[in-house]
């Protein structure tokens, strides 16, 4: 289980956003990541640009119960 933290939205209007699953593919061509999120959701298609943050979650592989996405807060 991955943790991703990814800026959305228009430039002067940007939200972070938090996302848990896997990295399923990396285009250097295109700069995208593909990303599976948590929950059997679609796979999309990620920015590299947009990345905040990229790494394990280790609470979230203890639970086994993490949601596919959560309000960033820290």
């Excluded at 933290?5 to 285009?27: F, K």
């Excluded at 990541?33 to 796979?43: M, R």
Aim: hydrophobic share 30%; charged share 20%; with cysteine.
């Amino acid at each position: 289980m991955l943790r991703l933290d990814v800026e959305c939205g228009m430039r002067n209007e940007t939200v972070l956003h938090r996302l848990y699953g896997t990295v399923t593919s990396y285009e250097p061509g295109t700069g995208r990541v593909g990303f599976s999120p948590a929950g059997g959701h679609p796979t999309i298609s990620v920015p590299v640009h947009r990345i905040v943050a990229l790494s394990g979650d280790r609470q979230g592989r203890s639970d086994g119960q993490m949601p596919a996405y959560e309000p960033y807060a820290e």
